[in-house]
C-alpha cells in the first residue's frame, strides 16, 4: 500500500459543484500539506496543517478549504469549484519540513 | 520570503551527455535545500537533499548536486544522462524558521535515445 493516498485519482466537475479531495497517510507524519501543480508554475502551497489543531494557509487558499480530521487525514475542499482550479493537486507529508516530503499520486481534477 | 529560480524550462540532451540544471534560491540564513524528480504520470519523488555538511551533495541514479552558498545555487548535475531520466525536475528550499518547502517551477528534461 502507498504511504501517501489520495483519492479520487481523477476526478471531472461542473462549475459552481463542491467537492472534497481526500488525503490519508501511513507515514505517521504530524505535518500534511496540499498542493497545486500548473504547467509553467510549478507547486504552489494551497494549506497545511501541523497537528490536528494546526491548519494554516499557503499562497493560493483562496476558493479552497480544508480539513484534518486525524493525524492521518487531510482533506481539502473547493466549495464552488471554477475553471481555473482545474490543476493536478497533490497532498504530501513530512515529519520535519527540513527532511523533505513524501507525495500521494495525486488527484487530476477538472472543471468544466 | 524564501523563493526559487530554476532558469531552465526545457531541456533537450542526447544519451550519454552530460546534464547540470541550474537552481537559485533567495534566503539570507540557513537553508535546505533539495531536488525532487517526477516521472510522467508520476507523483514528486526525492533525488537528493543537502542540510548541512558536504556541500557536493550524491542522490540516486546517478545525480549529484552542490550547494554554492556564495552563488545562492544548488544546481543538479549527471555525468551521463539516459532516456529513463526524462521527467520534470523540481529544486526546493526550506529556509531556517519556515516550517514549509517552495518550490522553483520545474525543467523538464528530455532525453533522446
Known sequence: DADVTQTPR???????????????????????????????????????????????????????????????????????????????YFCATSANGGYGYTFGSGTRLTVV | AQSVSQHNHHVILSEAASLELGCNYSYGGTV??????????????????????????????????????????????KPSVQWSDTAEYFCAVNGGGYQKVTFGTGTKLQVIP
Not at chain 1, 492521518?72 to 464552488?80: D, P
Open chain 2, 32 to 77: 535546505n535545500l533539495f531536488w525532487y524528480v517526477q516521472y510522467p504520470g508520476q507523483h514528486l519523488q526525492l533525488l537528493l537533499k543537502y542540510f548541512s555538511g558536504d556541500p557536493l551533495v550524491k542522490g540516486i541514479k546517478g545525480f549529484e548536486a552542490e550547494f554554492i552558498k556564495s552563488k545562492f545555487s544548488f544546481n543538479l548535475r
Open chain 1, 10 to 88: 481523477n476526478r471531472i466537475t461542473k462549475t459552481g459543484k463542491r467537492i472534497m479531495l481526500e488525503c490519508s497517510q501511513t507515514k505517521g507524519h504530524d505535518r500534511m500539506y496540499w498542493y497545486r501543480q500548473d504547467p509553467g508554475l510549478g507547486l504552489r502551497l494551497i494549506y497545511y496543517s501541523f497537528d490536528v489543531k494546526d491548519i494554516n494557509k499557503g499562497e493560493i487558499s483562496d476558493g479552497y478549504s480544508v480539513s484534518r480530521q486525524a493525524q492521518a487525514k487531510f482533506s481539502l475542499s473547493l466549495e464552488s469549484a471554477i475553471p481555473n482550479q482545474t490543476a493536478l
